[in-house]
């Protein structure tokens, strides 16, 4: 937990519960878990102790900019709240502030700034709705691309500058931190059991493909993002929403990984109920949704053995859980 409080705490609509202790803070978000498998009617859960992540090491975020004023959203505004630093993010990313700033001031217009930190540097997609940069928007965008840590930038899905190849689109999604990655990845190897050949459903970079093929698992991942391609063989594009992956395409399956976006995997979760699938790891950011989707397999026979939550959104109002059900 922080030791000094965020000085935009109040302001920027990000944080929400950062004033209060720890004790505080972990009963909010263990009832906010309890309360949403409540609801689906799943009272009694076998709910491990919440994961807490340390701060700082956030490497992902969106901005907001307009009329030349850049930083994070008030609450439930569009109101643009300045910011000097955020001590969620990584160090590399709060560098780039003042530059991303002045960038803005200079640029003009109104739109959002993503960025993330990858091994080999920052990656910045700028978008206004002004489609194709003109010379004197291309010349201000240049002067940013050739800061020494930025790796790609973007601007309203135009390459301005690439020093080296990426794996992952603009804005394509990876988990927040790398450690908070890390952690998912650990409490899904250690679920694996004896199973030998599996399916990775809302697989995106191959998060936990990869690691379960290291393991020694078949495994075949399934998404809509093309960048499930770079997972060669081993992927499938797919929209999982209206395509979902059938029981008889998973006959021979012994283990499903699924780690759907906040909309849940309602419409996936239904095929997987008529299956026999012997264990299923449901990797829900929602925890709404992910208690609807467990309750659908819950009453189609299997049992919910495990939840571990894991605080990937630190002081917010939302929290990732990993739960490992088991065919009765």
Known sequence: MLKQKCPFFGKCGGCVWQDL????????????????????????????????????????????????????????????????????????????????????????????????????????????????????????LSALAQKENVVRL?????????????????????????????????????????AKNAVDLFCGQGTFTRPLMKAGLSVTGYDNDVSVLTLGD?????????????????????????????AGAKEQVIQLASTQIPRIIMVSCAPKTGARDIKILTDAGWYLTEITPVDQFTYSNHIEIVAILEKK
């Not at 690439?162 to 679920?191: C, R, Y």
């Open 21 to 140: 202790s720890e004790a505080d803070y972990l009963a909010k978000k263990e009832s906010f878990i309890r309360r949403a498998f409540a609801d689906v009617g799943l009272n009694e859960i076998p709910l491990n102790p919440i994961i807490l992540l340390p701060t700082g090491i956030r490497r992902r975020a969106c901005f907001a900019f307009y009329q030349g004023h850049f930083g994070f959203n008030e609450a439930h505004s569009h109101k643009i709240i300045e910011i000097d630093s955020c001590p969620l993010l990584e160090p590399a990313l709060n560098a780039l502030i003042p530059d991303l700033r002045a960038l803005v001031k200079t640029l003009g217009g109104s739109g959002d700034c993503f960025i993330l930190n990858t091994p080999t540097g920052v990656d910045i997609h700028i978008k206004d709705g002004r489609g194709t940069p003109d010379l004197s928007r291309l010349e201000i």
């Open 234 to 262: 081993n992927g499938r594009q797919r929209d999982l929403f209206r395509n979902p992956v059938t029981p008889d395409e998973l006959l021979g399956v012994d283990l499903a990984v699924l780690d759907p976006p906040r």
């Open 154 to 194: 973007t601007y309203n899905n135009s390459p301005i500058f690439q020093k080296a190849p990426l794996p992952i689109l603009p804005e394509g999604f990876l988990q927040p931190s790398v450690f908070g990655e890390k952690t998912l990845v650990d409490l899904v190897l250690k679920n694996v059991r004896q």
